[in-house]
C-alpha cells in the first residue's frame, strides 16, 4: 500500500497508523454504518401465525430464502408456511433490538422456527437454506457427491458474491464518488465469476448436476440477476455473452415459486412486482400482471 499522498484519492490522502472513524462518509450508507454492533434502540419484532417467521428484505441475500421457502410450499410442504416481515436496511431496521437478538450481525435475512421448543434463530441465508431443506428433505441431495457439489456451490455463493455486493455495486452505484481504479478491481472479479458459472453450466443442467437445489437457489438471485436489476450493471459486464448462465437463469426464473419468492419483501423495482410483506398465499393475487 502506498504511503505517497500525490498518488492517493483523495489527494494528499495518507493512510494513519491507526484507523479511526470519520463522523461521515457520505455515500447512500454513510450516515448508518458503524465500526461497533449492537442495537441502537428498542424495537420489537412482530410475530404472525405462520411456523416461519422471516425479516427481511427482497436484496439478493433476502430472495434465496423466500424463493425456497415458496419452492417448499409448492412441492407440497404445508409446514413450511411463514410470515415475511419487510426490514428496511436503508432506514437502519435492522439495528432494532429485536432482529439483533436473532441476528447478532445486524444483516438480512433472520428466520425463527417457532415449532421448536425452545424457538430456533437462524442467521445467514446460507445457513437459512441448510436449515429449512434438512429440515424438509427438499432440495438438498442425500446422495453423497451431489451432496458434496450442493455445498461447494452454496459455499462458493458465499464467499464470492460479496464481490459483487460489497465491490462493483457499491463503488457504482452507492459510493459518492467513482473510482477508477476499484470499479475496474471489482469488475475484473466479477466477470472471471460469471465465466466460472458459464464454464460450469455449459456442462450441467444446474449447479449441483441434474438436480435443482438450495444452490441454485442461492445463486440465482446474485448472478446475473442482481447485474440486471439491484445493480445495474448488466451492459457494463456484457452479461449477454455469458449463454449457458443465461439459458440457467431464464430456465430458474421460470418457475413458478421463483417468480413469488423473488417479490416477497421488495420495495424497489417494477411495480406490481413488489410485495413489501407476505402472510398469506393470497397476498400475491394483489400484485399486477
Known sequence: MTNDPI????????????????????????????????????????VGKHP????????????KV????????????????????????????????????????????????????PKTRVFESGSILIYLAERFG???PTEHRKRTETFNWLMWQ???APFVG?????????APVRIEYAIDRYAMETKRQLHV???????????????????????????PDSLYGVYGTADFLAVEQYTHLLRWHKAIAARPAVGRGRVVNRINGEPGKMLRERHDANDFLSLTK
Open 66 to 117: 423466500t424463493i425456497l421457502l415458496e419452492e417448499l410450499l409448492e412441492a407440497g410442504h404445508a409446514a413450511a408456511e411463514y410470515d415475511a416481515w419487510l426490514i428496511n436496511v436503508f432506514e437502519g431496521d435492522q439495528f432494532g433490538s429485536g432482529f439483533v437478538d436473532i441476528n447478532p450481525n445486524s444483516k438480512i435475512p433472520a428466520l425463527v422456527d417457532l415449532t421448536t421448543e
Open 158 to 160: 458465499m464467499g464470492a
Open 166 to 174: 460489497g465491490g462493483l455495486g457499491h463503488f457504482i452505484k452507492y
Open 197 to 223: 458459472l458459464d464454464t460450469h453450466l455449459a456442462m450441467h443442467e444446474f449447479l449441483a448436476g441434474d438436480e435443482y437445489t438450495i444452490a441454485d437457489m442461492a445463486v440465482w438471485p446474485w448472478y
Open 52 to 63: 416461519f417467521q422471516l425479516y427481511s428484505q427482497g436484496t439478493p441475500n433476502g430472495q
Open 7 to 46: 498518488e492517493s484519492l483523495p489527494a494528499g490522502y495518507v493512510p494513519p497508523s491507526v484507523w479511526t472513524p470519520k463522523s461521515s462518509y457520505g455515500g447512500q450508507f454513510g450516515s448508518i454504518n458503524s465500526p461497533v454492533s449492537g442495537a441502537r434502540f428498542d424495537r420489537e419484532l412482530p
Open 138 to 140: 427438499a432440495f438438498l
